[in-house]
Structure formats: C-alpha cells, structure tokens
C-alpha cells in the first residue's frame, strides 16, 4: 500500500500531536457548555475516535453518513444523506467533525440542513482544509492542517474504500486514480 504513495504528507506523531491540541481548544471553549460531536462517516471516523478522546468536558457524539454525486475523487455538490442522526439538535451545541474540505460543497450542504433543525450553536472542525479548491463559502471552526491540492489517503481518508487504515496520511501516486478512472 506504501508503495502507491508519493510521499508522506503527515506523519503519525504529526497528525497525534494536532488532534491533542485541537481536543484542548475545543474543551476549553466548549468548557461549561454540552457538546454534541457529529462525525461524518466514513472519513472522519478515525480522527473522530482519537478527538473525543483527547476533549476532557463531557462529550456526546453522533454520525452522519453523505454521499456525493460524482466520480470517486471529484465532488459534485449533490449531496444525499445516507445515514442521519438518532436526536434532535434542536438547543444543542453542535460541532460538526468532517476528515477534509476540499471544494467545502458537502460541508455547505450539512451546515445548512442542520441549521434548519435549529441548533443552539453549530460549528466545523476539519483535520484538513484544502483552501485552493473551495467553490462554496464555508467557515472552518477548528483546522487541523492546511494542504496543498493534492488528493491524499489515510487516517480515515479513501481513494476507492482503500487506504483509510494506514496511521500516516500519505499523498497518493496520481498514476494510481488516473489508471483506475479511466477503467
Ligand atoms: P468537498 O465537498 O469537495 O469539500 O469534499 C468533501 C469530501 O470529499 C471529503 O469528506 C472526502 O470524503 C472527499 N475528499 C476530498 N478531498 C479528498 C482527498 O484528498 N482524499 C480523500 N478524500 C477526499
């Protein structure tokens, strides 16, 4: 699988040492407040797991599932809900968790839907913000790291299902979803 990289963009102890501090930030803000965590499945899973364990202020957690219309890595904006949530939000303070924004599309989608169930406060936390390929306005609460516009794979991220399990995020080798699109 280490063979299809290109390079290491984010080392395991990298990503470990982000997600501690965004779990601080986030308590300490959150500090007195009950927070709902809402993981969107199945890209943020892995870094959801690790985040709630690095907030120490009671935590709830909930997961979403989406799906976008288009090809494996392109997003098309159309965006179905898989799964939803098992509560109300209404009154809740709300922090949506996603792995990556890339053209903030889905992103825009889940913010809007989720308002209308009137939250008491929603905001995004993101592992990773791709800036350079934002079509739609949205604003990211709590980024872990800012990247270039390169498709990556791991810690929960996928080309094809494939990769999500490896422990580093790694840039993937473009001959690799080149081949494989044009199958
Ligand atoms: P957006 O709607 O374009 O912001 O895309 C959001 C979703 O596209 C993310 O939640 C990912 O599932 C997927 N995605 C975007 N960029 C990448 C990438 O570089 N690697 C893997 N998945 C990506």
């Known amino acids: 699988m280490r ?31 009950e927070l709902l965590m809402v993981g969107i499945l199945k890209g943020a899973m892995i870094f959801m797991a690790d985040l709630v364990r690095s907030v120490n ?20 904006g159309v965006v179905r809900i898989l799964k939803d949530l098992e509560q109300s939000i209404e009154g809740r303070h709300v922090l949506l968790v996603e792995d990556i924004v890339d053209t903030g ?52 991220l996928d080309y094809n299902e494939k990769y999500r399990n490896l422990k580093d995020i790694l840039v993937l080798r473009p001959e690799i979803y080149q081949k494989q699109g044009e199958e």
């Open 3 to 33: 063979s299809d990289a290109e390079k290491i963009l984010l080392t395991e102890e990298e990503i470990t040492a982000k997600v501690l501090q965004l779990g601080q930030t986030i308590s300490t803000d959150y500090a007195n407040k």
């Open 57 to 76: 202020i009671p935590v709830e957690f909930d997961f979403m599932a989406v799906s976008s219309y288009g090809s494996a890595n392109k997003s098309s």
């Open 105 to 156: 599309l889905t992103l825009k989608y889940l913010l809007e839907n989720l308002q209308t169930r009137e939250p008491a406060s929603l905001r995004t936390c993101t592992l990773l913000d791709k800036p350079e390929r934002r079509q739609a306005e949205v604003t990211v609460n709590y980024n872990g790291f800012t990247i270039p516009d390169e498709f990556v794979v791991g810690y929960g």
